[in-house]
Every structure is written in C-alpha cells, then in structure tokens.
C-alpha cells in the first residue's frame, strides 16, 4: 500500500471536494472549511488496490492533533458523529489506507470543516470519581487504568510519590477519553505510589478507591533489576555499541544496535530518563547475544531518553553513540494517547 486514498468530503448541507491526495503531491482547492448544521458525513473515492483491507479515519479540532480514530473497514463514508465530532466548532478530518499485512499509506491532507447546531451540554456541577481502577505492576513498568462514568467525559489526573520523592507529584493529565495511565518502573526506588481523579476546570472529584474506602493510592515496590554475573578472565576493553537506532510507534518502542555477538560476548544494558524522572534508571539488562530490545506498552510522559552500553562483569564501555560523538543519548516524544470514540 503506497498511496494514501482520494478523499472528498460531502457534508448534508453543503457538497464540496476539498482535496486530493498521493504520494508525491497534495491539492487542496478550497482552504476554508465548509459549514453542517448538526451533522455531516465524511466520504472518499475507494483505492483500487488489490490487497486494499480498510480504512482508518482521523479527526480532530487542530489539523495537528488529530487524536480521535476509529477503523472503518472497507466503507467509504461515515457519519461524523458516529467518529465523535459531535460538538459545535472547527474540525479536522483525513483518511489512510491499509493492506492485509497492517501497511499503512500516508494520510491524506486534513480536510477542514466546521459544525453548528449541536445544543451545549447540560454540565453537572459534581463530578464522579474513577471508578472500578485497575493497578498492574510487572517487571517493566506500571499499569493504571479506569472507568469514567461522567457525561461527558472528563479529564483524568495522575500523580506520583515515591521513596525518592515522597511529595505528590503531577504525572500527566489525560485528556477525555484515556482512562489509563503507563510509565517504566522506577526500579531505584524502595515503593511508588499512583493516585487518580476526575477533573473538569476547578471541579475536581475524590481520588480513586484503592481499596477501602478511605485508601486513595496505589502503591507497589518496584522489581529490582536481574544482575547478569560475569566474571572477567583477563584485562578487558569494550567496544560501545555500534549503530544504535530507534524505532517508535504508538504503543511501545524498539531499540537495537549493531549486530549480535556470539553467546559469550558482552550484556547490554538499558537505561531511561524522561519527564517524569530525570535520573538514568536501569530499565534491561540483555544477555550476551542480544542487540534489540522491545517495549509494548504506551508510554505517557511528555519526552523519554534512552541509552545502551556493553558490560561484562565490572568492565563496561561507553554509551552508544545517538549523534554527534558526545551524543550517548536517544530521546523521542511518545505517541499522544488517542481518546476513545463512545458508541452512539
């Protein structure tokens, strides 16, 4: 799958064809999106590949931040507020295509149009806590996740203390739509505890039952770090891992290096750092012959660092080179989470 579809959108007051799209060039005949009372509907011209299996629809208030997406299978037209643009204001939409084997072609350029009509939500002046919150804890990192039983949805705030921090601390606050929160394990510290509520402007609700009634965090000791043992049969010098490079996407992350070496060779290790801890944490510790490791969970910080080296029992070598030569670090931006659609 090479080409993103040819999108047209026909709204139920007006019809008009805003762009096309292909690998090489984007038109765009009209940059001012056209008006719906209430509703629309978003519809493209199918793609004529053979191994075509869907489509996946992207929308959101900035042509930027299209956080909200909903795989429509094989159909070539939906309603918009069955993808939840069911509020007043400006909206963007796009289309992508994918194949059998979960290619995905580039988005089309986002078609711009505005919604009217829609009544203004009767807002309650209380808002519920989280309810029925799950806490996971496992060897890489923690897992909290929630119900909100508000309508409509509201922001969730998640904060952290720990040994190494005993204040609360503000983690993120996920928008409408993401009842859940995950992160790496801070594995220097003795506990770690997460506290959750509900939020809209200064309306804020109780934090989430824990346990009884009157425990409102999730706490767990983090899992220490397996140690590799090696011992260290003559004067040694490692070579820095070579070629590290970073793979991300929207749950999770790759990161591998060089190429493997025979079984009696080098550890890795991994460390992280990001926005919500600044130390370097050990996170992995391969075993000789490894040179990748894999994280499948999204991760919820507003930037992560990571670094790899080589070790054989005491003796280790420098971190992997990322840039430049005193660059022995790999940082990215985690995917922002996308908020769930409510069924209609």
């Given at each position: 799958m090479h080409t993103g579809p040819s999108v047209t959108v026909r709204l139920s007051i007006l019809l008009c064809t805003l762009l096309s799209c292909s690998v090489t060039s984007v038109e765009q005949a009209d940059a001012v999106g056209p008006v719906a009372y209430r509703d629309c509907s978003l519809s493209w011209n199918p793609n004529a590949e053979s191994d075509l299996a869907g489509y996946r629809l992207y929308l959101g208030r900035s042509a930027n931040r299209l956080d909200r997406m909903m795989d429509i299978g094989l159909r070539t037209s939906i309603r918009c507020s069955d993808v939840g643009a069911a509020a007043n204001g400006q909206w963007f939409g796009t289309v992508t295509a994918y194949d059998h084997n979960g290619n995905e072609s580039a988005p089309a350029q986002a078609v711009p149009f505005e919604i009217a009509g829609w009544p203004d939500p009767?807002?309650?002046?209380?808002?519920?806590e989280p309810s029925s919150t799950r806490f996971v804890n496992t060897p890489l990192g923690a897992l909290l996740v929630w119900d909100d039983l508000n309508a409509p949805l509201v922001s969730h705030r998640v904060e952290i203390a720990s040994s190494l921090t005993p204040t609360w601390t503000t983690a993120i606050v996920q928008p409408p739509g993401v009842p859940t929160f995950s992160y790496f394990q801070m594995t220097d510290a003795e506990w770690v505890c997460y506290r959750v509520r509900g939020e809209r402007g200064a309306l804020v609700s109780d934090w989430a039952k824990a346990?009884?009634?009157?425990d409102k965090q999730f706490c767990a000791q983090p899992t220490p770090l397996t140690t590799i043992e090696q011992p260290i049969l003559a004067p040694t010098i490692l070579d820095e891992p070579e070629s590290a490079r970073l793979t991300a996407f929207h749950h999770g992350f790759t990161l591998s290096w060089g190429h493997p070496d025979a079984l009696t060779g080098p550890s890795y290790r991994i460390e992280v750092?990001?926005?919500l801890d600044l130390r370097w944490t050990p996170l992995a510790l391969l075993p000789p012959g490894a040179n990748e490791f894999r994280y499948y969970r999204a991760l919820d910080a507003e930037w992560v660092c990571l670094r790899v080296r080589a070790e054989v029992g005491r003796a280790?070598?420098?971190w992997a080179v990322a840039g430049g030569p005193n660059d022995r670090q790999i940082c990215f931006k985690p995917y922002s989470p996308i908020p769930a659609i409510p069924s209609r």
């Open positions: 009767a807002l309650s002046t209380e808002i519920l346990g009884g009634p009157d750092s990001g926005s280790v070598s420098l």
